[in-house]
Every structure is written in structure tokens, then in C-alpha cells.
């Protein structure tokens, strides 16, 4: 079994299990996604004419090499998963958050496992998942400033809200990243 079919699978299930709490919850079902193809035609990334905040940490530039390949496969923009990456660890490998988020894209060690990823801190596996994570989450949720929500502060956030949610933090991490 392929690393992506269990990924997917997992994703499923976790999909279906959400639906049946927000029905037991008396919530309405969420929104459909449709297929990430049919959603974005274009790799997601800034806003037309749109362009990465100056003064991009080197230490995350070094990165791109890295990025700009994983980043067309799930049709993202490079910049964009950049600038993720120096939100996030800085550009760090190695970094570690107080919460346990860990490796370049600071993968929860739970999303790291649904991701199939062996070794958070190996920067290709934690880039791959990262970009695979993020990818889902614009198919979810359809909307890049909802999916970097969702990415900072968990999609559950994002649902019990119905958008960004008010923390300060999570509002300052999309600004920083769309500019």
C-alpha cells in the first residue's frame, strides 16, 4: 500500500467522522469541497498581482530548491510554501515549538503520522507532508485564508468559528504570510 492511499484513506475516514459529530451536534453538514483540479486552475499562492513580503529570511531561501518540486506536485506556489516554512520554524529543521510541533513546517506528531511521515525533522518528508496537509486543507476548506487558518490553529477552529477564528496570533500568522 502506497504512503498516499492510506494518507487518503485516513482523510476519509477523518472526513466522515466529522460529519457524523456535526450531525449528532445538530450542526449543519459542511460544505462539500470539490476536487482540489477542478478548484484551482493555478498553482494557490498570493494574490493576483500579489507578491511575497520583502526580505525573505536566506536561511528559508535555501529551501527552495526543496520546495519548488514538491510545491508544483500538489499545485501550490513555491513562495507561498516558503513563507510557511519562515512563519513557522524560521527556516529551522531541527525547531521544535513549546506545543511539539516539529521539523521545517512544524508538523504535529499526530498529523505527522496521519501524513506518513517517518522523521519530522528529515526536511523532504516534513515538506512533503506539510505541502500534502496544506493541499487537503485548500480542497477543505476552499479558500487559502481559511486553509492557513486551519493550518495554524487546527480545522476545528476554523469550523467552530465559521472562518479565521479571533486569536490574534492566527491573524497575524495569515497577514504575515499573504502580506
Same mark, same amino acid.
Given at each position: 500500500m502506497r504512503i498516499s492511499d492510506a494518507f487518503q484513506r485516513t482523510l476519509?475516514?477523518?472526513? !466522515?467522522?466529522? =460529519?457524523?459529530?456535526?450531525?449528532?451536534? *445538530?450542526?449543519? #453538514?459542511?460544505?462539500?469541497? +470539490?476536487?482540489?483540479?477542478? !478548484?484551482?486552475? =493555478?498553482?494557490?499562492?498570493?494574490?493576483? *498581482?500579489?507578491? #511575497?513580503?520583502?526580505?525573505? +529570511?536566506i536561511r528559508v531561501r535555501q529551501w527552495e530548491p526543496v520546495v519548488a518540486p514538491i510545491a508544483a506536485r500538489y499545485n501550490l506556489d513555491t513562495e507561498l510554501v516558503l513563507r510557511i516554512i519562515e512563519a513557522e520554524s524560521g527556516g529551522d529543521p531541527r525547531a521544535v515549538s513549546p506545543k511539539g510541533a516539529m521539523g521545517l513546517m512544524q508538523l504535529m506528531p499526530e498529523t505527522a503520522r496521519a501524513l506518513g511521515v517517518q522523521d519530522p525533522f528529515d526536511p523532504v518528508q516534513n515538506i512533503e507532508g506539510g505541502v500534502r496537509y496544506l493541499s487537503h486543507l485548500l480542497r477543505r476548506f476552499g479558500d487559502l485564508r481559511l486553509a492557513l487558518a486551519a493550518y495554524n490553529a487546527g480545522p476545528g477552529r476554523v469550523l467552530q468559528y465559521g472562518g479565521v477564528p479571533p486569536f490574534p496570533e492566527t491573524q497575524r500568522y495569515i497577514e504575515r504570510i499573504l502580506g
Open positions: 476519509e475516514r477523518v472526513q !466522515a467522522i466529522e =460529519a457524523r459529530l456535526q450531525s449528532l451536534r *445538530g450542526e449543519p #453538514p459542511a460544505r462539500a469541497s +470539490q476536487p482540489f483540479e477542478s !478548484a484551482f486552475l =493555478a498553482p494557490v499562492g498570493f494574490p493576483v *498581482g500579489g507578491t #511575497p513580503p520583502p526580505g525573505m +529570511q
